[in-house]
């Protein structure tokens, strides 16, 4: 059968508009499909950079503060007392002054200008004569309750600054002038008790009691230190003065002053905003909530994202 001439011209018609509207909808149906995939690729690639930076704060958390399977961790809850010892006036005021603005900014309780001390800092250039002879002139420097050997690592550590922190169980969930380094300004007065939780018994929700930091003993090698300026030595001490802080354990790959020391890391000039998200997250977190630490790592989480 022969088709018409007019079917023949329909045809040649219809041809030349399929081969011209043909690839248009190709592009249309392209462009949609990207369209599509932009914001799933770009809420998985945000999604992948949350996760991986939850990830580097449970490893900054688990790395560098100790945490306790059935107990808070400790912190100040007492009005926190700085004394400087062994550096010329002006540098002893300098770190005061930046131990005390921190403090204040993390929102922990500062005391008066004139108060008993509590939170020791004593440089020296020869740290185990020192410890040795103020251990024996203070016998009662030391809460025991972690054992001897808790001691015995602070006395003959080697870290250029040596942390000790005492501590005790609490049922309740200032500033001196810098002066030469004389013993008799170095004298603790310790509780006898407080090793062991007493008081209200807890719940699978609330501890019982909580550990309070009653006295912190930071000691700096002078001799150990001399790569640091003042400002990174002084938000370090605040950093281990403020939480109880494992000086020789690994803070992962967050930018933390506690890297200060490691030769192979980039020098932070102070504080990091890693830093003052945990000390805010840990003095505005309920110590008595055994969620604790899952708490502190969402309000860090929150606040280095800015939310």
Request: net charge neutral.
């Amino acid at each position: 059968m022969i088709c018409p001439v007019h079917s023949w011209r329909l045809l040649i018609f219809m041809a030349a508009v399929t081969s011209i509207a043909l690839p248009f909808r190709i592009d249309c149906a392209r462009s949609a499909e990207v369209s599509a995939q932009e914001p799933t690729d770009t809420v998985t690639i945000e999604a992948r950079r949350e996760k991986e930076l939850k990830r580097q704060i449970t490893k900054f958390v688990s790395g560098a503060v100790f945490t306790y399977l059935n107990d808070s961790l400790e912190r100040w809850d007492t009005p926190i007392c700085p004394l400087v010892a062994g550096l010329p006036k002006e540098r002893g005021e300098f770190i005061l002054s930046r131990v005390s603005e921190i403090a204040r900014d993390a929102h922990a309780p500062l005391g008066p200008e004139h108060c008993k001390p509590n939170l020791y800092v004593v440089v020296t250039d020869n740290p185990d004569f020192l410890l040795e002879k103020w251990s024996k002139r203070d016998r009662r420097m030391f809460n025991t309750c972690n054992g001897m050997g808790y001691v015995k690592e602070f006395l003959h550590s080697r870290q250029p600054v040596r942390v000790y922190y005492n501590a005790k169980f609490s049922s309740a969930g200032g500033e001196r002038e810098a002066s030469g380094l004389e013993l008799d300004d170095l004298s603790l007065d310790l509780p006898l008790s407080g090793c062991v939780a007493s008081g209200a018994a807890g719940s699978r929700l609330r501890y019982g009691a909580v550990q309070e930091l009653t006295s912190v003993i930071i000691v700096v090698d002078s001799r150990r230190t001399t790569n640091l300026n003042m400002g990174q030595l002084a938000d370090y001490i605040a950093m281990v003065g403020l939480a109880q802080i494992r000086v020789d354990a690994d803070p992962g790959t967050a930018p933390s002053i506690l890297r200060v020391f490691r030769e192979t890391d980039p020098q932070l000039r102070g504080l990091s905003p890693w830093d003052q998200a945990f000390l805010e997250s840990l003095y505005a977190t309920s110590q008595s909530s055994v969620l604790e630490v899952t708490v502190i790592k969402r309000r860090m989480f929150e606040q280095i994202v800015g939310r």
